[in-house]
T-cell receptor, first 109, second 113 residues
C-alpha cells in the first residue's frame, strides 16, 4: 500500500529552528509537496521538490532524498504565526497526490 | 475575491438527506478535486476531474457523486447522507504544469446527525 509518515505533533520555541520529517512509500514518485494548514483553514502551498537536494524559500527550506524516500521541511526564525499543521504529499506514478496526516507544530514564546 | 469558493461553509443535516456542496473557481484551471479531511487522517481524494468531460473516482468515492457543470464549477453530492460522512470537505484546483500545485477553497464543514 501507499504510505506517508510524519510526526503527529512537535513543539518548538519562538526564534528557534525546527525540522519536520516525512518518509514515504508510494507506487512511483513524481514530486513531493509541503503545505501549511492553519486550524480550520485551507491548506496553502509551501514548497515542491522533484529532484534530490535542498530548495530554499525565505525562512522555509525543503529537502528531498528519493533513494531514501525521505523529505524534511526546515523552518528557521520561528514566529508565533508558524503554529499550524504541515502536510507532506507525494505525487505517485498515476499523478495522484497521496497525503500524510500532517504534523501539528506548536510554537511557544 | 477568493479564487476558489465553496458553498455552503457550514451545514448540519440529518441521516438520509440529499446534500450538495458546490465549488466555483476563477483561476481558469482545468483540474478540480474534492477531498474530505477527518481529524488525525490525511486529506482523502473523493473525486477529481481534469476537464469538463472527465470525471474520475478517487480513493473514497462510495456514497458520493459529482457533476462538472462547467470549467469553473464542480459539485459534490451525498445522495443519502450518513453520520460517518461528517467531515471537513475541500475543493481544490490545479493547472497542468511543471509543479501542478493545488489551490484550495475555504472548506465546508458538514455534520450529519
Amino acid at each position: 500500500g501507499q504510505n506517508i509518515d510524519q510526526p503527529t505533533e512537535m513543539t518548538a520555541t519562538e526564534g528557534a529552528i525546527v525540522q519536520i520529517n516525512c518518509t514515504y512509500q508510494t507506487s512511483g514518485f513524481n514530486g513531493l509537496f509541503w503545505y501549511q494548514q492553519h486550524a480550520g483553514e485551507a491548506p496553502t502551498f509551501l514548497s515542491y521538490n522533484v529532484l534530490d537536494g535542498l530548495e530554499e524559500k525565505g525562512r522555509f527550506s525543503s529537502f528531498l532524498s528519493r533513494s531514501k524516500g525521505y523529505s524534511y521541511l526546515l523552518l528557521k526564525e520561528l514566529q508565533m504565526k508558524d503554529s499550524a499543521s504541515y502536510l507532506c504529499a507525494v505525487t505517485d506514478s498515476n499523478y495522484q497526490l497521496i497525503w500524510g496526516a500532517g504534523t501539528k507544530l506548536i510554537i511557544k514564546p | 475575491d477568493a479564487d476558489v469558493t465553496q458553498t455552503p461553509r457550514n451545514r448540519i443535516t440529518k441521516t438520509g438527506k440529499r446534500i450538495m456542496l458546490e465549488c466555483s473557481q476563477t483561476k481558469g484551471h482545468d483540474r478540480m478535486y474534492w477531498y474530505r479531511q477527518d481529524p488525525g487522517l490525511g486529506l482523502r481524494l473523493i473525486y477529481y476531474s481534469f476537464d469538463v468531460k472527465d470525471i474520475n473516482k478517487g480513493e473514497i468515492s462510495d456514497g458520493y457523486s459529482v457533476s462538472r457543470q462547467a470549467q469553473a464549477k464542480f459539485s459534490l453530492s451525498l445522495e443519502s447522507a450518513i453520520p460517518n460522512q461528517t467531515a471537513l470537505y475541500f475543493c481544490a484546483t490545479s493547472d497542468f504544469g511543471e509543479v501542478d500545485e493545488q489551490f484550495f477553497g475555504p472548506g465546508t464543514r458538514l455534520t450529519v446527525l
